[in-house]
């Protein structure tokens, strides 16, 4: 699994996000990665799975909008549910 992780490089097809738009798709990765880092350290266990969420949502989605949820889960502003 870890090798499959390092060699992709853009996001693979999701059957959920079928369409051109991807913005959903880049969204959820991006939760889909908060919420496994959240739910593996509450666990005590390596958050080293949730690299593959990090990876798709770096992939799709644009660098402002990542810096902008960032300052907002930091605010405690985020409107998603991690």
């Known amino acids: ?5 390092k060699n992709y490089r853009t996001a693979p097809f999701d059957a ?3 369409n051109t738009n991807q913005t959903r ?6 939760l889909d990665f908060h919420r496994c880092n959240k739910a593996l350290s ?3 266990q390596d958050v080293a799975p ?9 992939s799709l ?10 300052d907002q889960i930091e605010a405690g502003s985020f409107p ?3």
């Open 16 to 18: 959920r996000f079928p």
């Open 61 to 70: 989605c644009p660098l402002s909008w990542v810096a902008k949820w960032d």
């Open 50 to 58: 949730c690299d593959w969420y990090q990876r798709v949502y770096k």
């Open 80 to 82: 998603g549910k991690i």
């Open 25 to 30: 798709n880049c969204f959820q990765n991006y």
């Open 1 to 5: 699994m870890a090798k499959k992780i």
């Open 42 to 44: 509450d666990k005590g």
